[in-house]
């Protein structure tokens, strides 16, 4: 079973993500840029779906500190935002590593796909 480390600082998204993938995948959800960099100290996800605008580090942050703690692992990142700034899309778009984004408010459906491609893609020996 994959695994996807989820970081939301808000808990309904937390729990409706649980909810809609818990039967497929291998969830670990955290609330905070902080958590996540403290979990992968003991796990390796197959993926990790980042938040943007998080209290005290932002999903950029975070997505800087993993990438220079973890310098060998390229953890694929799906970056979640509310944010429809041109120019913030073309940033998510230019990190190494990022195999996307989705739109908050985002449909279940619409992630799910994001995601369900992403693995596709990987066994097929692509991204």
């Known amino acids: 079973m994959k695994e996807i480390l989820v970081v939301d600082d808000v ?34 996800p197959d993926l990790i779906i980042l938040d943007v605008l998080m209290p005290g580090m932002d999903g950029f942050q975070v997505f800087d500190k993993i990438r220079k703690q973890y310098p060998d692992k390229k953890y694929p990142v799906l970056f979640l935002t509310a944010v429809n700034d041109k120019e913030k899309i073309l940033k998510i778009l230019s990190l190494d590593g990022v195999i996307g984004y989705v739109l908050k408010p985002y449909r279940m459906e619409d992630l799910l796909v994001k995601i369900n491609q992403f693995f596709i893609d990987k066994k097929r020996g692509g991204k």
């Open 11 to 44: 808990s309904i998204n937390l729990m409706n993500i649980k909810n809609a993938m818990m039967d497929k995948y291998k969830l670990t959800l955290v609330k905070s840029g902080t958590q996540a960099l403290q979990r992968l100290e003991f796990s390796e």
